[in-house]
């Protein structure tokens, strides 16, 4: 089975980053590699849902996190036995099958116990004279075991405590042996000997087994029912009988009951610890019912994941979707400074100094020779438009403007007139619905030394909105840097008509001597000309974080 890729964009996405999943996954889907799907770290900010809809474009599958779950790695095609299974049967599965370690199942398909082929080993391969003539099983299982036929009386799965005896010598010495018994926990097995028959049957023992396929005589018959004494006719030796006899013992009486269980959902590194500290050999997987969903080893620990990421508009592990560290990155496509983590073998990564993550995919589809759909074309387009602020901020390029024009030529579109329109449709600041998911929308931390700082923006289309909840967008502020443990945590409030940003910061008392912008009030900065977080605010902030 192939490896399912998911094409997926920073937490907190806004358009560019969920734009270009969609179109380069399109795009990997058009070069022959159909499980290649689009994703999303976080709900959409509303300016791309608004494109997406405006596009009829569905949103990509949103993963919260990507951390490698029990279900990625355990064998969902278990060799289990029934509780009525016997361990004859074991012996057999065990032997077909490779395993070590087998689940005991309920009616229900729930683990009731678990077996080892050491434990069985140990029970009957080990000497032990005290046990060796003990067995516990049900008539019903040692008919199955010793494919015999009850000719007197029916048996049942009640599991019984019997005393095995060989009648294999004179009818004197015999009825010597067993007088110190319990006369129904005897388990008298002998051939075609009608004085042992007739002796058990007169004792009254639980069950008198006849090998060699030779039926009883009609008057023994006779004797047993009048007795109620059970007989079972085996075409089996004596010999074999008597070995097969013992392995008839239901596994219920001998699996293990204490076992270790781990839900399907739960993350691989408890897979991982629950085996080191309980030393068992597999852990049962349930499914949420209780019911088992496979069995899960050491060996489980090596599985490969069943899926691998390609980040797109970002290359920090600080920024991607959680337990992106612990999945197999393939490929990456960004327009941000490097910070990204080693990885095991070589990738692809694609970097450059662009506006817009969708640029370089536009770029990719042009290297294959293709044009993209009309649809994904808006989708590309919109993306760059978003992100370079109608090609306005210091972050445009000259290749991002020639592949904006490429992609409305394709999309039929003008897109100045398109960009107006993403912004005037999702400037409003009541569209994010809270507060808090205003500074949420797009939060990115970024860290310089042992300081983390974390920086916010939203486009607006002048200040009035914002005059009226800046305390409280401040009130957010501090409870994302407390919650982080940041240094200062900021939202950049960038009015896309006259170019200027107005900064609102809570962090360290000093930053206010450093800012090197105007202060309009106590924690707020007015930046004229900044529209850039990535290329002109961060590298300032970043800077003054060495004079702190």
């Known amino acids: 089975m192939e490896k399912t890729i998911y094409v997926i964009g920073h937490r907190n996405p806004d358009t ?20 290649v799907i689009a994703a999303m770290a976080g709900e959409p900010n509303p300016q791309t849902r608004y ?24 064998n969902r095609r278990p060799v289990t036995l029934s509780k009525d299974a016997t361990a004859y049967d074991a012996l057999e599965r065990f032997h077909a099958s490779g395993v070590r ?26 000497p032990c004279p005290e046990l060796q003539r003990e067995i516990r099983t049900s008539v019903a299982a040692l008919a199955r075991t010793l494919a015999a036929d009850c000719i007197v009386l029916p048996g049942d799965e ?13 009818e004197e010495s015999f009825s010597g042996r067993i007088a110190d018994y319990e006369p129904s926990s005897l388990l008298i097995m002998t051939g075609n000997r009608r004085t042992i028959q007739q002796a058990a049957i007169e004792r009254g023992v639980g069950l008198l087994v006849v090998t060699g396929g030779h039926p009883p005589d009609q008057d023994i018959t006779a004797m047993a029912e009048a007795n109620g004494v059970r007989i079972l006719l085996t075409h089996h030796d004596t010999a074999t009988a008597a070995w097969l006899a013992r392995l008839s013992t239901p596994v219920s009486q001998v699996a293990d009951h204490a076992f270790t269980t781990i839900g399907i959902g739960e993350p691989l590194s408890q897979l991982r610890q629950k085996l080191l500290q309980t030393g068992d050999a597999a852990l049962f997987v349930t499914e949420e019912d209780g019911s088992l969903a496979g069995v899960a080893t050491k060996s489980s620990l090596l599985a490969e994941i069943p899926y691998g990421l390609i980040l797109v508009d970002h290359n920090e592990t600080g920024q991607a979707v959680p337990g992106a ?4 990155v393939l490929e990456v496509i960004d327009h941000h400074k490097l910070g990204n983590s080693p990885t095991i073998a070589p990738i692809t990564f694609i970097t450059s100094p662009v506006g817009s993550t969708c640029t370089l995919v536009a770029a990719r589809y042009r290297e294959a020779g293709l044009a993209p759909e009309q649809r994904i074309a808006a989708l590309l387009l919109a993306g760059i438009l978003s992100d370079t602020v109608i090609l306005k901020s210091p972050t445009t390029t ?29 400037s409003s600041l009541k569209h994010y619905g809270s507060p808090l998911k205003v500074v949420e929308a797009d939060f990115k931390h970024f860290t310089q030394g042992e300081k983390t700082i974390g920086v916010g923006q939203v486009e607006v289309v002048g200040f009035d909105e914002f005059d009226g909840v800046k305390g409280e967008l401040l009130a957010c502020l501090a409870q994302i840097k407390q919650r982080g443990n940041l240094f200062i945590a900021g939202l950049m409030v960038t009015d896309i008509v006259s170019g200027t940003t107005l900064f609102l910061v809570e962090g360290h008392t000093r930053i206010a001597h450093v800012m090197g912008y105007p ?4 924690h707020l900065y007015e930046m004229k000309g900044v529209m850039s977080r990535k290329k002109q605010l961060l590298p300032h902030l970043l800077k003054i974080l060495e004079k702190l």
């Open 519 to 522: 202060q309009l009030e106590p």
């Open 325 to 328: 560290d612990a999945v197999e």
């Open 101 to 126: 370690v087998m689940p005991v199942l309920d009616e229900a398909g729930n683990p009731s116990g678990s077996l080892s082929l050491l434990r069985l080993s140990e029970t009957y391969l080990l």
């Open 158 to 170: 009640t599991v019984e405590k019997f005393h095995l005896f060989i009648g294999a010598m004179r």
């Open 398 to 426: 000259d290749v991002d403007r020639s592949t904006a024009q490429w992609l409305a030529t394709i999309a039929a579109m003008d897109a100045e007139d398109f960009g107006k329109e993403i912004f005037a449709a999702c």
């Open 16 to 35: 560019d980053s969920v734009a270009s999943a969609i179109a380069y996954a399109e795009l990997k889907k058009r070069l022959g590699a159909p499980q």
């Open 51 to 74: 494109i997406l809809d405006r596009l009829g474009i569905s949103e990509p599958l949103l993963l919260a996190d990507v951390h490698p779950k029990v279900r990625d790695v355990v």
